[in-house]
């Protein structure tokens, strides 16, 4: 699955400085604590994965919901049209942001 409307790269340098930000010098960037797309994922409950197709980590999330059903994990992946990164935060003024809290509540309320 690819990206429907992929906003612009941004710049190396901001993609560092960021990277440096989250991840700091001398931390493996493939430890699952990191990076849970490489932990053992087996035994997780089951997991909710909303990703914007805008999103820069659209393809990870994928991978990420790949890599768990594999690992016998019930996995729903909910792709929303057009979202960027962590469009639920905008839920004030953002309607698809408070749908996608409500669709996450929901599913914690079927599943606990």
Do not use: C
Request: glycine share 6%.
């Amino acid at each position: 699955m690819k990206r429907v409307f992929p906003p612009p790269p941004p710049h190396d340098p901001y993609l560092e400085e960021l990277a440096a930000a989250y991840v700091p010098a001398g931390i493996n960037w493939k430890d699952p604590l990191v990076a849970p797309l490489y932990a053992d994922l087996e035994g997780l409950p089951p997991t909710l994965v909303q990703v914007g197709s805008a999103e820069t980590l659209l393809d990870d999330a994928v991978r990420f919901a790949e890599a768990a059903g594999a690992a016998d994990v019930s996995i729903t992946l909910e792709v929303w049209p057009h979202m960027i990164h962590a469009w639920p935060l905008w839920n004030a003024r953002l309607e698809p942001g408070r749908r996608a809290l409500m669709q996450a509540g929901e599913f914690i309320r079927r599943r606990w």
